[in-house]
């Protein structure tokens, strides 16, 4: 199962959290309004916060992201996929409106 993440900026590291869903690849994909290319940094590093901007950044803004590990992209089978994390663009907001129109 893909990993759904809230990361704000203040956090550094996901190790002392839990992911907020577990989702597959496919609907994870669909709930966050991924492509491949929001592919932020690989699994085995910190996934990228800061923007660059020091009033985003100086925020405490939080972030949406998809933890997608190896097992997960072989069986979605499409090989633009690959393993790490992804940036959403959606916000906690949205994300929580769309989970709870969808049907389990």
Do not use: Q
């Not at 893909?2 to 704000?8: G, P, Q, T």
């Not at 939080?62 to 959403?88: C, I, Q």
Request: hydrophobic share 30%; proline share 7%; charged share 30%.
């Amino acid at each position: 199962m893909a990993e759904i993440w809230y990361l704000s900026l203040s956090e550094e590291s996901d190790a002392s959290s839990e992911p907020s869903y577990e989702r597959s690849l496919i609907e994870s994909i669909d709930l966050l309004e991924l492509t491949p290319d929001d592919w932020n940094s690989p699994l085995d590093s910190d996934p990228e916060l800061k923007t660059g901007n020091p009033l985003v950044d100086g925020s405490g803004y939080v972030y949406v992201f998809l933890k997608v590990h190896e097992d997960e992209v072989r069986s979605y089978g499409d090989e633009a996929w690959k393993p790490g994390w992804y940036k959403s663009s959606i916000t906690i907001v949205g994300l929580e409106k769309k989970i709870r129109k969808k049907p389990k």
